[in-house]
């Protein structure tokens, strides 16, 4: 089972501000078969990213992803105070697992 | 518009089996896994298998072998989702999901307490 480490658990930052998340795998995520989800409390978790770095339909430009075999990243280039929530990532190619999160909260 | 649809909450006392159920609308059923996805309360995401509704391939989480049982029905374009030897630990807001498409039903409470 391939295991997700996402770091920081917390993130404490102003609207304005960049915000950069770590997800890293235990091993090689095939075809770089990587999503990352945005989750407020009450609601469910909603997709932004797939496939390691293509936005999913209808999530803003400030939202981008990159990386590749165990290191990804998920980049907020301006957070909006919307933007305030949990973030998770999640391997979809060899089965299936989720990260920890890391909480993005207002600083 | 794509829908997924969960059936309702439930109750069950542990040791007992909970099926919950997914219907499919608005694309193409056969062409796009879905996902078994739950939360405990105040917790993570946590996988809990995959169906191909193509051919009813599944992929289950090791921790619940034996345990869950997916199955799909290409006449209703549903999916049901099979838990048994229900714990308490099992409770959780359990979730239908086609991952690279970003939908997701509403969620089944389903609350395991003696």
């Known amino acids: 089972e391939i295991v997700l480490t996402q770091s920081p658990g917390t993130l404490s930052l102003s609207p304005g501000e960049r915000a950069t998340l770590s997800c890293r795998a235990s091993?090689?995520?095939?075809?770089?078969?990587l999503a990352w989800y945005q989750q407020k409390p009450g609601q469910a978790p909603r997709l932004l990213i797939y496939g390691a770095s293509s936005r999913a339909t209808g999530i803003p430009d400030r939202f981008s992803g990159s990386g590749s075999g165990t290191d990804f990243t998920l980049t907020i280039s301006r957070l909006e105070p919307e933007d305030f929530a949990v973030y998770y990532c999640q391997q979809y190619g060899s089965s299936s697992t989720f990260g920890p999160g890391t909480k993005v909260d207002i600083k | 518009q794509v829908h997924l649809v969960q059936s309702g909450a439930e109750v069950k006392k542990p040791g007992a089996s909970v099926k919950v159920s997914c219907k499919a609308s608005g694309y193409s059923f056969i062409n796009y896994y879905i996902h078994w996805v739950r939360q405990a309360p105040g917790q993570g995401l946590e996988w809990m298998g995959r169906i191909n509704p193509y051919d009813a391939d599944t992929d289950y989480a090791e921790k619940l072998k034996g345990r869950v049982t997916m199955a799909r029905d290409t006449s209703t374009t549903t999916v049901h989702m099979e838990l048994s030897s229900l714990r308490t630990d099992d409770t959780a807001v359990y979730y239908c999901?086609?991952?690279?498409?970003?939908?997701w039903g509403q969620g089944t409470l389903v609350t395991v307490s003696s």
């Open positions: 999901v086609v991952i690279t498409q970003g939908y």
């Open positions: 091993q090689s995520v095939s075809s770089n078969y």
